[in-house]
């Protein structure tokens, strides 16, 4: 069984920062390549940023070199880095992860999704 819980979301004003994690649990190896998305209700989910297992990054265009993504591979962690705020970055915001699990297979595993609210 494999969970993955973020956490680290909340109110903040424009400009503001904060800064998400999407830690793995249960029967795990380690994380391979994860994703951050996001989703404003009525809207389709968004991909916000991703890392591989190789440490490349990428990022959707709204948030280049505002947002970065980062990994902790002995805390099994995710974690997203989000500075210099603005109103369109609220969304909900859920971390995808493919998990290397003890029994040597790959799954891909979602979160429960953070909410981020960015209001004066």
């Known amino acids: 069984q494999v969970q993955l819980v973020e956490s680290g979301g909340g109110l903040v004003q424009p400009g503001g920062s904060l800064r998400l994690s999407c830690a793995a649990s249960g029967s795990i190896r380690s994380i391979n390549a994860a994703t951050w998305y996001r989703q404003v209700p009525g809207k389709q989910r968004e991909l916000v940023a991703y890392?591989?297992?190789?440490?490349?990054?990428n990022y959707a265009d709204s948030v280049k070199g505002r947002f970065t993504i980062s990994r902790d591979n002995a805390k099994n962690t995710v974690y997203l880095q989000m500075n210099s705020l603005k109103p369109e970055d609220t969304a909900v915001y859920y971390c995808?992860?493919?998990?290397?699990?003890?029994?040597?297979?790959?799954?891909?595993?979602w979160g429960q999704g953070t909410q981020v609210t960015v209001s004066s």
């Open positions: 995808n992860a493919v998990v290397l699990e003890l029994s040597g297979y790959k799954y891909s595993y």
């Open positions: 890392i591989t297992s190789s440490n490349s990054t």
